[in-house]
């Protein structure tokens, strides 16, 4: 189990803070993602700060989700277990993420009454979803 661990932060962590080689750069493959920082000797944290993703990839992510489930509503709370923890984002980010949503599509309707968040989905589709993937990767 140690040395599972310990290939799991190289993938992640570079063994020194200067990348002098090549190398050294494919030791640690995920490096770029900045998803795991050592504050300690022996002691890692998930690193979610500043991180985001775009809306229609989030966008496309919910409608997959909700089609998988067979449902037209999400709670705060169940986005924030998956895709929130999917993507490492935090809780703050992800709901100004979702209240932006509609930016991309009118199907997202994110709602926050009396504490409880919910997302509500008035359409989904494959159509749907694809569209929204073409339109993320044509503009980028």
Do not use: W
Not at 9 to 15: D, K, M
Not at 25 to 39: D, H, S, T, Y
Not at 46 to 69: F, H, V, W
Not at 91 to 100: F, G, V
């Amino acid at each position: 189990l140690s040395n599972d661990f310990k290939v799991l932060i190289r993938t992640y962590l570079s063994s020194s803070k200067d990348i002098k080689n090549i190398e050294e750069e494919f030791n640690a493959p995920l490096l770029e993602l900045n998803l795991i920082e050592k504050i300690e000797s022996h002691k890692y944290i998930l690193n979610k700060i500043n991180r985001s993703i775009p809306l229609a990839i989030l966008g496309y992510c919910i409608l997959d989700m909700t089609q998988e489930q067979n449902s037209t509503s999400l709670k705060l709370e169940e986005i924030k277990r998956t895709i929130g923890n999917y993507f490492c984002i935090t809780n703050e980010c992800l709901e100004d993420l979702l209240s932006q949503l509609h930016e991309v599509s009118d199907v997202f309707v994110y709602t926050d009454h009396a504490g409880i968040a919910t997302l509500d989905i008035k359409q989904n589709s494959e159509e749907l979803r694809n569209k929204l993937l073409n339109n993320y990767y044509h503009a980028n």
